[in-house]
């Protein structure tokens, strides 16, 4: 979704270097996630945020942190990365809706190589 | 929120319907039925959500049955940009949480 677009696209670095990924989104939405993917594998959710003071753990947030910017910017790093962090990230938006939905809508993904 | 089941693969003729299955027998009374799919290895795409009642958009048709413990994703005149991984997500209104499992992986052949 144009709406929600995620830099850099391709990412290579090597073991014990600091890398941020970042999220922008042009929705309107509060609420802000990132995910990843392994291979074969559906996505686990690392961070989530429903508005800018807001920041939670989801299932694997070891060796990751975020910063919420902006309501339009979520921000993720990897302190010191390594080799079992290589996947595809994404970044997602939603709002909570009316009738209590919310859909949640993903950008492009970020592919991160840890040599 | 309830667990699904789907096919790992299906395959669907080029401009037919591809009617995608999922089970989710321990559904609860508040929880939606969602479609996303994964084009490759694109971002996940909303495709279309529903409660109890059929639901039609743009992009597809969902078919609940009337106990909700399955449901149908139809994709009515199938191209070969249709070609990916289709998520059948079951998860209750208010949550944010979305548990996606390993999908059906429907091909497209021309």
């Known amino acids: 979704d144009a709406d929600v677009t995620q830099t850099p696209r391709n990412r290579i670095t090597k073991t014990g270097k600091r890398i941020m990924l970042e999220c922008s989104q042009t929705k309107g939405h509060d609420r802000m996630y990132w995910y990843r993917q392994d291979p074969g594998l559906g996505l686990r959710l690392i961070y989530y945020?429903?508005?800018?003071?807001?920041?939670n753990k989801g299932e694997i947030s070891d060796g990751y942190s975020v910063s919420r910017q902006a309501q339009a910017k979520f921000s993720l790093s990897l302190e010191s990365a390594i080799p079992n962090q290589t996947a595809l990230y994404f970044c997602?938006?939603?709002?909570?809706?009316?009738?209590?939905?919310?859909?949640?809508?993903f950008g492009p993904g970020t592919r991160l190589t840890v040599l | 929120d309830a667990k699904t089941t789907q096919p790992p693969s299906m395959d669907c003729a080029e401009g037919r319907a591809a009617n995608l299955p999922c089970n989710h027998s321990t559904i609860s009374g508040n929880e939606y039925v969602y479609w996303y799919r994964q084009i490759h290895s694109q971002g996940p795409q909303y495709i279309i959500h529903g409660l109890k009642n059929n639901e039609t958009n743009e992009m597809a048709s969902l078919i609940i049955t009337e106990d909700r413990k399955s449901s149908t994703l139809i994709l009515p005149h199938a191209t070969l940009r249709d070609t990916a991984v289709y998520y059948c997500i079951v998860r209750g209104s208010g949550t944010y949480k979305y548990i996606f499992g390993t999908g059906t992986r429907l091909k497209v052949l021309a």
């Open positions: 945020s429903f508005d800018v003071k807001d920041i």
């Open positions: 997602a938006t939603s709002d909570l809706t009316f009738g209590g939905t919310d859909t949640q809508y």
